[in-house]
């Protein structure tokens, strides 16, 4: 029979194999019997029946091949943990890395300048899976809103507002302003999962305009303008 090398058997094989030697062996085969019955070395044999002696049918289960979690990674964990800390908290631009989002660019050259590590934008990639940081489109934030006044508004006015519109059978519209414009953003950058990022934005831009409202219980009216002149 071809001798058998185990290293090129998929676990499972590798697995049938090593009974099979502690099957023949414990009726009574000699290694030699067993060598021509399998295919395996005599040392192969031999150090089959030596780990099960040892650590009995447990110890024959193949071992995950490849490098063990953690093993050979360039950042330590506090080094991990500070860069998370990093993307959470900042943005490039605030560190000035010249980019309002974090990509995978960025984070490389932030770990280069911190900690002098040059790492590939495969290994980045997979740090960030890791970290639970995936690339998502930024959420838009007016740079004017103050929520301090947004907040005081909800709490306080708008209930007298509502009390108001109830006594008087009136309704409530909510008003925007929104438009088309050729300056839409589409960049993403990475961020804690389903926490996407925020990025400020200009409130005025050039752009056809949209004033449009909506009542509580979904009723909505529109004017779309340009220039100061009504269109529609």
Known sequence: MEKINLRNLKPEAVHELRKQVVRQKEQGATNLQVV????LSKDA????????????LESLKPKKRG???GEQEKLTKEQQSQIRKTIIDKTPDQLKLGESLW????????IKRKYGIILTLRSISNYLKAWGLTCQRPTKRAIVQDDVKLRAFMEKEYPAIAKRAKNEKAVIYWGDETGLSNQEYYQRGFAPKGKPPVIG???????????????NQGKVRFMIFKDGSSLY
């Open 201 to 215: 934005v200009q409130v005025k831009r050039e752009r056809i305009n949209m004033l449009s409202a909506i009542t």
């Open 67 to 69: 490098r063990k979690k």
């Open 103 to 110: 990509t995978r660019e960025s984070i490389c050259d932030y």
């Open 36 to 39: 021509k019955n399998t295919g």
């Open 45 to 56: 044999v031999s150090r089959i029946w030596r780990k099960f002696k040892t650590g009995g």
